[in-house]
């Protein structure tokens, strides 16, 4: 109690000088020691949990700080997401110099990512039909799994309705009727922009040497200039990173009901590294000739931040820096296959949702038939598709799965306690999936 009212004095009374030293020490982390990226935004990550979980700041002051990453860092990373897209791919189509080559190109990279994205959700559906999570959960459980979470799963199930859209309407999504419309939502429309600078860019091959060079050279440039505000905001990542894990881990809510769901977060995670790992490496070993170990020790700083921002569109600006600079793809091939694999390739929440839903159909009793399993995966592969990498997407995608096998959509108040830990690993799933197909792509077309 006297503990208890000592912190509390220290956090009323000096929550300024509390910011302060927080911030102070994250400068020395940030700023001394010579360290690596990786390792400075690996010490921010450690000091976010364990300053949340120390009791010296309570809930509601590490609430405060969540701006400095949500809002301050991860719009710096995505603040030229659209003009990075946009030149990239418009150089990336005119370097190829063939329209030959982009067909190619298209064809395998989608291919591609819709075969992984396959294989990773028969990885989860696998392992939750070996090892059945959400089997006996007694009614006391269910029961305060519902008082705590019903609003918010409610909420989110009518997200899912709201923006439920059939295979032919998601098809014409594609088409931009304004592209000055699709860019200027706060969410802008990724597929409508990269449809767009394809066509800018075949129609750029098609003129002129002497009327395209101009516009071809101002893209290139701009390309260059916003790969370089990517490297001047990861200076602050750290800052951004210890925020955005510190205030994550200080509003996990159903603390207590989070022993439930050990077994379904373990199986989640470990079909994830699988997967990630696994599947990963063996297309880079049988796809690509390249050994995995050269891969991921180029790849730690995207992975990192895939998993603290939990955003794999936020991310992939680093993404293509990375893949450019270290993995060293072909900048046309880069340019085009990260971009669109932000956009349309989402492995790790297919794989989630695989999991999810048979762990869900478990709670309610549901045998879920062969022809169930396969409508989830013709169902999570589309969706990937379709719908934006931001926060949280992945469990609004898991309401329309769910209804589509007559699992009750309210189900994931279930998983929402785990949902934010979660989401940080599926994103990081993503983006190595990215990668590991721009390494591929990179190989084929020479
Ligand atoms: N947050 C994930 C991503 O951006 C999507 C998801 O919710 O699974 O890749």
């Known amino acids: 109690m006297q503990l208890a009212s000592s912190v509390y004095a220290f956090h009323t009374s000096f929550d300024v000088l509390g910011y302060i030293l927080l911030f102070g020490a994250l400068y ?16 921010a990550l450690l000091l976010g949990v364990l300053i949340a979980l120390s009791g010296l700041y309570d809930g509601a002051d590490l609430q405060a700080i969540r701006p400095v990453g949500s809002k301050i860092f991860m719009n710096c990373l995505t603040m030229a997401l659209v003009p990075l897209v946009f030149s990239s791919i418009v150089t990336g189509v005119t370097n190829l110099s063939d329209i030959n080559k982009l067909h190619k190109i298209g064809i395998r990279t989608i291919s591609y990512y819709i075969i992984t994205t396959v294989i990773a ?40 309705q709201e923006n439920k859209q059939s295979l032919f309407e998601g098809l014409q999504a594609i088409f931009p009727e304004n592209i000055f419309h699709s860019i200027s939502q706060a969410k802008p429309d990724m597929l409508q922009l990269i449809f767009f600078a394809i066509i800018c860019g075949i129609a750029l091959l098609q003129l ?6 101009p516009i071809i050279n101002l893209f290139a440039s701009i390309t260059q200039m916003t790969i370089k505000i990517v490297m001047m905001v990861m200076r602050i990542a750290p800052y951004g990173v210890f925020a955005l894990i510190a205030s994550t881990v200080a509003s996990t809510e159903g603390v207590g009901l989070l022993l439930t769901l050990i077994p379904f977060s373990i199986i989640v995670v470990v079909s994830l590294l699988i997967h990630a790992l696994g599947t990963n490496s063996l297309s880079l ?38 893949t450019r600079d270290k993995l060293k793809v072909k900048k046309e091939i880069s340019g085009f296959v990260i971009p669109l694999g932000a956009t349309i390739n989402m492995d790790g929440t297919a794989l989630f949702q695989g999991v999810a839903a048979i762990f869900l159909a478990n709670i309610y009793n549901i045998d879920l038939t062969l022809a169930d399993q396969l409508t989830v995966v013709g169902l999570a592969v589309m969706a990937s598709i379709g719908t ?42 993503n983006v190595v999936g990215d990668m590991t197909c721009a390494v591929y792509i990179d190989q084929k077309i020479k």
Request: glycine share 6%; charged share 15%.
């Open 121 to 160: 959700i028969s990885i989860g559906l696998t392992m939750a039909n070996i090892f059945q999570p959400g089997k006996n959960l007694d009614a006391d459980t269910r029961a305060q799994f519902e008082q705590s979470f019903q609003v918010s799963a409610e909420s989110k199930v009518v997200t899912a």
């Open 285 to 322: 070993i049988l796809l690509s000739h390249k050994s995995p170990k050269w891969f991921f020790s180029r790849i730690k700083e995207v992975a990192i931040t895939a998993f603290s921002t939990s955003s794999s569109g936020a991310t992939m600006p680093l993404t293509l820096e990375v």
């Open 388 to 429: 934006a990498a931001v926060p949280g997407v992945g469990i609004v995608i898991l309401t329309m799965i769910l209804v589509s096998i007559g699992v009750p959509a309210e189900g994931i108040l279930f998983i929402l306690p785990v949902n934010n830990l979660l989401d940080m690993c599926r994103s990081t799933t």
């Open 28 to 43: 020395i982390v940030n700023e001394g020691f010579g360290l690596t990226l990786f390792a400075k935004i690996s010490l």
């Open 208 to 213: 002129e040497s002497k009327i395209a060079a």
